[in-house]
């Protein structure tokens, strides 16, 4: 079954609920495009004030803008996807601040 696009945001909300981003300074915000034929659609994770928001809206002011299908974004949540070697092999695509979105990744791991 294909996934929409309001679970992989259920998903990245689920995911980062629990993070401990305590050691953030400042704010860190990244875009999220999933790209696809069943899920597609932008959505942002900001880390600010000690706090994780994710929210399905367009973030203008952002660190990086990742790109990816829905099943590999899946897969970065899940630990089931390297974010180093799904990058190297065009898995997820990335523009923007590179150190940024490998800071947003560590929390994943």
Known sequence: MALTYEQVVDAA?????????????GTRAFQINIEGKAANGIFYIEIKDGHVNV???????????????????????????????????GKIKVDGDLNAALEMIKFLK
Do not use: C, Q, W
């Open 55 to 89: 929210e399905p809206y367009e973030y203008y002011d952002r660190n990086a803008v990742f790109h990816m299908n829905a099943t590999n974004f899946i897969k970065l949540l899940d630990g089931k996807l390297d974010p180093i070697v799904a990058f190297t092999v």
């Open 13 to 25: 909300r689920n995911r980062f609920s629990d993070v401990d981003i305590s050691s953030v300074v």
